[in-house]
Each structure stands twice: as C-alpha cells, then as structure tokens.
C-alpha cells in the first residue's frame, strides 16, 4: 500500500487537479510534479502560524496547536499580548489551527492506485505495534472522507474509489469454501503489489474472509450507494451513476437486499456485527443502523435508477419502502406516551388486531429507560424481535433516519430534543456516545462474548466517538437547530487535535482517550472538517440530506384492541 511515500502525487487542497483514472491495469504510475504550498493563518498584528513552517515528512498537528498555545500565554515569548487580541479572535484563530492541521492529516492518509488517489487509510497511528486492518480503505469509514473531498471541490478520488469498488464487487467472494451473495460490497481494500520491479499494482477486497469475527458488512453497499447519490447531486455530473457498471451495481445490492424469504418482517435481517458496531454487541436481527441505511439507499436508488429500468425492480423498491416505513414507526418509535402503552402491554394476543403484535413482556423493560425517557423528546429504539425490543439509544440509526426523512417532522425534532434533554449522557465531554447506556457485568459477559475491547462505557458499548460529530451537526442545520451543533463542536475543538484526532473516547462522559484507540483515525479527522464545513456553510447539507416528498409513506388502517385482551 503507497500511503504518502517519497514522493506521490498530492491531492492539492484546494483546487488541484488530478489526471483520470485510467482503465490500463499495468500502466506505469504517471510523473506528477511534487508542490507543497504553506496554508496561511490570519493573526491580529504580527503574529501569524502558519502550516507551511511544520515539515510534511514529519506531520505533527500538535507542534502547531504548541505554537497557538505559547503565542496565547503571557509568558511564553510571544510578540503579542493578550491585550492586542479579543477571546473571539483568539477563538477564530484556534478553529483555524485545527481546521488545517485536519486537512494536512487528511491529505497524509491518501491512499494511490497505479498513481492516481482512490481512498484514505483507515489511520496513521504508527505507534501501535499491529497494523491490523487499520492500513486499509473502509467503505464506511471513506464516507465522512468523501463528503470532505466533495465539498472542497475534489471530485476525483471519490469517483475513482466508487468505481473501483463496484468492479470488486462483480469478483467471486468466497468464505471458508462459501460463496457470498452476488451483490456484497467488500468491508475494506488495499493495494497489492504483484510486482514491485515492474510497479504492478492490484486491489485486494475484504469480504469478511480475513475480518475480525469473520463477518460479512451489511451495510457496505447500502453506503455505496448514498455516497453515489452525494457525488452526482454535489457535482451534477449523472454520468458516472448512469454507466452500466454503475446501474450494475445499485441493482446487484438491492436484488440482494430486496430478496424474499421466510422473513415476515419488511426490515433487514443482519448479523451480529455487520455494521458500524462490528463486534458482538446483541444487534442480531434488525438493527435500526442497517434498517435506517436501507431506507436511505432505496430512496437514493431510485433517484438514479434509469427511466427505462425493470419496471417491476422500481416498483419492488417502492414498496419496500412504504412497508419500512410504516413498520418503523410502528415498532420502533419511542417516547413517553409510547413506552407507558409498552409497560401495560397486554400479552399472548392472537389475531390481525393484536396491539402486542411481537408479544414484549413488560417485565423485560429495563429499569433504566424510565429514568432516561424525558417528557418531551423520543427515538427509535435499536432492534425489535419476538418477545424483544432492545431500547438502547443507537445514534447513527437515529441520525441518519433524520437525514433520510424516514423520521417525520415532528419525530425528527423530538430526536434532537431528547438529544438536548441528556446531553450530558448522550454528548458529554466529547462527542457523541454510539449507543447508550453501556453493558456491564454479566450482560457485558453474555452478550459481547467477554470482549476486552467493549468493555463499559469503551469502544463499541457506550464509547464516545468524534466521528458521530457530523451527523450531530447535519441534523441540526437540517432542523434549524445550530446552536446544538455549535455546542457540540466547542468540546470537540478543545481537546480533537490536542489529543491526535483519536478514534474514540472511553468513559462516561468520554472524558478519556480509547485505550486502544489509534491516533490520527481518518474519519476522526474528516468527520469534524465535514462538520465545519456544515456549519459554515449549511447549503453544503444537500449532499448528504434527502427531502421528504411524502410518497414513500404508507398508512395502515386503524385497528382496535384484539378481542383476547380485556
């Protein structure tokens, strides 16, 4: 894998421009001039920082927040005082620091196939001993990546890493001597070297067969898709999303996920580990992350889906989405007036109108979510199932169903308002709890299988990753509610690149960097610039935000009490 070597072509930020991908699978990685151009930060009076002075072979963010700090502090040598400046300058110039020690963090993490940029590494901590997977492009992780590239006018390596990824997906996959569903996306790649001497270069794509828990992603194909949609509505160009590899691929993924069986449920069914949360953490069935994406995929899909596609395929979907819907919120939806009708469930209900229709025992509602549950504010609860519904708070799931429009108006709002209502649960010290609450003692032992790396209130079970800050702020701009963002965005900026952009924080109020997390996690980084660049600017939320047009909404008709009930 090349990952900033002496010496590659560097993606110019911004307004570089980077030759084409070309199709020639053993052509010679072009010559392309080297320019390395300092990013300069405005200072009131003579002091000025600028990125240019820090060596690139050596990038450390923190030698310039250093500088920041020393030319703040009344006694650090500086030739400005604190008087010559106002707390919102100093404010200013601090967010600036940050911004483009991000960007150059960014850039550094670029990976290159045969010479031209097609994702960025997972991370660049190399104080870690194993690399493990951390040296590879992940379909998720490249999404708050992409989303950064496209708004700063980097249009390339995004189309090169959708179009490559779409020709891993046509390749055999087999697991153990299994052959996968045509139609699954690989978790990650990386760049082979076939021939070092003649600079051949290969893709190699993890299915699963090499993962952690060997576990296929579910969620891969459905974030190809959305990060399709955010291309061709970012750049106008509806080219690539209408070339048959392309059609090929939307139509590969969601025949897969479309396909019918003996599941009653219109949800997802996944496995344990399929997704963002992908270790064992209790999400068998149908988590809200994967069935939020899928939502959020079809309606995508049909947007690009050409006219003269299978009319029946278009219709497939179509209803497909008008039956998650209303089996999302059916299910799913949760506040107080909702969770009172739970605690005096009725159960074994027979019949069309039974209201207990998976047969939840009330005893099964943990003690915890009455506490939790404020009077105004609701979500959608993680997972429902026979005689199960998982009522932890899963924030991508909750988010990205704002962004989707799968959540209505008002439910999107009490979202965010329960959001507010326990922020210092939910947000804390640094933002933004995955789930919530954590598992301890023998639930932590039964259902993560013992797992070291989620222990309490650390990585998956309840961690604090800065990555979510994104999403906090692209659902805040949508609802007009910035003053959420802005907030969250002061305690990320305290302590982000002070900490080396870490890929998560343990605690209860995430007040400790990850005792394993890697520093310099790439979508720690993109994650917060995506965020900035939101806030500056909210016209940016139409890559990412979907309107709702009201079609896809299904209403059922009104049932009473089921007979069997008193």
Known sequence: MVLCPEPPPKLKIPGSKITELTDDANHDSPKIERRTRGHHIERHKSCVVTLSDME????QPRRLLQTLETSKSPGGGSQCSLHEETP??????HRHAIADAAWEALKRSIVYFRGQPIGTVAALDKSQGAALNYDQVFMRDFIPSALAFLMKGEHLIVKNFLVETARLQSREKMVDLFKLGQGVMPASFKVHHRNPTQKTESLLADFGETAIGRVAP??????????LRAYTKWTGDNSLAESPNCQRAMHLILRLCLSEGCDTSPALLCADGCSMIDRRMGIYGYPIEIQALFFMAMRCALSMLKQDSDAGFVNHITKRIQALSYHLHSYYWLDFQRLNDIYRYKTEEYSQTALNKFNVIPESIPDWIFDFMPSRGGYFIGNVSPARMDFRWFCLGNFIAILSS???GEQAQAILDLVEERWEELVGEMPLKICYPAMENQEWQIVTGCDPKNTRWSYHNGGSWPVL???LVAVSVKLGRPHLARRAMELMERRLAKD???????GKAGRYVGKQARKYQTWSVAGYLVAKMLLDDPSHLRIIALEDDGHYRSRAPCLKRSNSCP
């Open 500 to 506: 080396d952009f870490p890929e998560y924080y343990d």
């Open 406 to 408: 799968l959540a209505t």
């Open 88 to 93: 919102t300058d100093t404010n200013a110039l």
């Open 218 to 227: 579910v969620d891969s194909g459905l974030w190809w898709i959305i990060l």
């Open 469 to 471: 800050l994104w999403l």
């Open 56 to 59: 690139l072979n050596d990038f």
